[in-house]
Nanobody
């Protein structure tokens, strides 16, 4: 059973930084592509960034390009999201997700396994 647990969310001022982590268990972590998604109140869940199973191919939403970095450590079964230059519009619940296979390029519906989410709040 694939289990994903996010951590690292919190309250930060605009311009600040946070690093989210997602610990995976119950599966062979490096057989799965991974992604970070977020959902703000009243909005749909959207992709933030994805990473392939080897960690050498990434994708970012235009809204976070140049500010966020997704990475993974397969030896530690952990996915990361480094968020810099945070803006109030980044406020959302952030979820990590996994999909079996090499390629992380998939919509929300293409991801089968989800964490419980961690709240990120950016104050102005």
């Amino acid at each position: 059973q694939v289990q994903l647990v996010e951590s690292g969310g919190g309250l930060v001022q605009a311009g600040g930084s946070l690093r989210l982590s997602c610990a995976g268990s119950g599966h062979t972590f490096n057989y799965y592509a991974m992604g970070w998604f977020r959902q703000a109140p009243g909005k749909e869940r959207d992709v933030v960034g994805t990473i392939n199973w080897g960690g050498y191919s990434t994708y970012y939403a235009d809204s976070v390009k140049g500010r966020f970095t997704i990475s993974r450590d397969n030896a530690k079964n952990t996915l990361y999201l480094q968020m810099n230059s945070l803006k109030p519009e980044d406020t959302a619940v952030y979820y990590c997700a996994a999909r079996y296979g090499r390629d992380g390029s998939a919509p929300v519906s293409g991801y089968s396994y989800w964490g419980q989410g961690t709240q990120v709040t950016v104050s102005s």
